[in-house]
């Protein structure tokens, strides 16, 4: 069962995703809070796999609930709400180590997708939105960290072409490889990366001039 909390300030919004999480025999609503400051203590009590946190609340606003929750050990995967399709806020959450962001009026379907897909350790948009998204709003390229010079140079083949928002099955087709080659490649450049999902790689990419 995955457990879910709810952190919107809107009674009615939460009622309405509460009742289709509900519906699924394999997510649960362990939890609900109005505001980020109610959500610490929320998420402190339920310890929830994942977290749908809207942006924009009174008293404590959702990125800084977000900062808050993810500076803690073991901290669930937390994914955005936002009414904006460029917003720069959730840019800065992803920053920060959210696992993306949805819109408010995504499809039920998406929505459950995307709690299942977040619990499994995965990112929650394509790719290419995130890029989008930094592409509208990241600063100068920063200098390649060390970090990147560790990888192999198909390592950076994959890694350049996951920046740009191909999926392991495309990345295989192009690179004639299977897709658990390429799960496997994507996997270690993670992990040398201190990356923890493909978005934040997309994220690296840009901001680092490797996009």
């Given at each position: 069962?995955?457990?879910v909390?709810?952190?919107?300030?809107?009674?009615l919004f939460?009622?309405?995703?509460?009742?289709?999480?509900?519906?699924?025999?394999?997510?649960?609503?362990?939890?609900?809070?109005?505001?980020?400051?109610?959500?610490?203590?929320?998420?402190?009590?339920t310890?929830?796999?994942?977290?749908?946190?809207?942006?924009?609340?009174?008293?404590?606003?959702?990125?800084?609930?977000?900062?808050?929750?993810?500076?803690?050990?073991?901290?669930?995967?937390?994914?955005?709400?936002?009414?904006?399709?460029?917003?720069?806020?959730?840019?800065?959450?992803?920053?920060?180590g959210?696992?993306?962001?949805?819109?408010?009026?995504?499809?039920?379907?998406?929505?459950?997708?995307?709690?299942?897909?977040?619990?499994?350790?995965?990112?929650?948009?394509a790719?290419?939105a995130?890029?989008?998204?930094?592409?509208?709003?990241?600063?100068?390229?920063k200098?390649?960290?060390?970090?990147?010079?560790?990888?192999?140079?198909?390592?950076?083949?994959?890694?350049?072409?996951?920046a740009?928002?191909?999926?392991?099955?495309?990345?295989?087709?192009?690179?004639?490889?299977?897709?658990?080659?390429?799960?496997?490649?994507?996997?270690r450049?993670?992990?040398?990366?201190?990356?923890?999902?493909?978005?934040?790689?997309?994220?690296?990419a840009?901001?680092?001039?490797?996009?």
């Amino acid at each position: 069962m995955i457990r879910v909390v709810l952190v919107d300030d809107q009674s009615l919004f939460r009622a309405g995703i509460r009742m289709l999480v509900a519906s699924q025999p394999d997510l649960e609503v362990v939890g609900e809070a109005g505001d980020g400051r109610e959500a610490l203590d929320v998420v402190r009590t339920t310890r929830p796999d994942v977290v749908l946190m809207d942006i924009r609340m009174p008293v404590m606003d959702g990125l800084t609930a977000t900062a808050e929750i993810l500076a803690q050990p073991d901290a669930p995967r937390i994914v955005m709400l936002t009414t904006f399709d460029l917003d720069e806020a959730a840019a800065r959450a992803i920053r920060q180590g959210a696992s993306g962001f949805l819109l408010k009026d995504a499809d039920p379907e998406f929505l459950l997708a995307a709690i299942r897909t977040v619990h499994a350790g995965s990112s929650v948009i394509a790719a290419s939105a995130t890029r989008d998204l930094f592409a509208h709003f990241a600063e100068a390229p920063k200098p390649v960290p060390a970090q990147y010079t560790t990888l192999t140079d198909r390592e950076r083949e994959i890694f350049a072409l996951a920046a740009r928002g191909l999926s392991n099955a495309e990345i295989a087709a192009r690179e004639f490889l299977s897709e658990a080659t390429v799960k496997t490649h994507i996997s270690r450049i993670l992990t040398k990366l201190a990356l923890r999902d493909r978005v934040q790689l997309v994220v690296f990419a840009f901001e680092h001039g490797l996009a």
